[in-house]
């Protein structure tokens, strides 16, 4: 049986309507997800863009692979600049959130 990194993942700021307005979702990831490296948040970007996002317009939440500008990433609860960004290696009972702060007007 393949070990696996559970953790959890939410969206908030208008983000869980490209993920049909669930907000919160359990993923389970092999430990080896990552080209046998274990998975990164990197890694989970790229999951979550192929495997739980509904919304055809991955642009409002990735550009250029990247996480968009102005979309607030935390690691259990602290800024993931300080964690290492997208470098971050997931651990089971992590957290991330993922925080929209751009809003129409």
Same mark, same amino acid.
């Given at each position: 049986?393949?070990?696996?990194?559970?953790?959890?993942?939410?969206?908030?700021?208008? +983000?869980?309507? @490209?993920?049909? *307005? %669930?907000?919160?979702?359990?993923?389970? $990831?092999?430990? =080896?997800? #990552?080209?046998?490296?274990?998975?990164?948040?990197?890694?989970?970007?790229?999951?979550?863009?192929?495997?739980?996002?509904?919304?055809?317009?991955?642009? +409002?939440?990735? @550009?250029?692979? *990247? %996480?968009?500008?102005?979309?607030?990433? $935390?690691?259990? =609860?602290? #800024?993931?600049?300080?964690?290492?960004?997208?470098?971050?290696?997931?651990?089971?009972?992590?957290?991330?959130?993922?925080?929209?702060?751009?809003?129409?007007?």
């Amino acid at each position: 049986m393949t070990e696996t990194v559970d953790i959890t993942v939410e969206f908030t700021g208008g +983000l869980e309507m @490209l993920f049909d *307005n %669930v907000s919160k979702h359990s993923v389970s $990831l092999a430990k =080896d997800a #990552d080209d046998g490296k274990p998975p990164t948040v990197g890694y989970l970007v790229k999951y979550i863009c192929n495997d739980l996002m509904k919304d055809s317009r991955k642009e +409002l939440f990735v @550009l250029n692979g *990247n %996480v968009r500008p102005g979309i607030l990433v $935390l690691i259990n =609860d602290s #800024d993931w600049e300080l964690e290492g960004e997208d470098k971050y290696e997931l651990a089971t009972k992590d957290t991330i959130l993922f925080v929209s702060t751009l809003h129409g007007g």
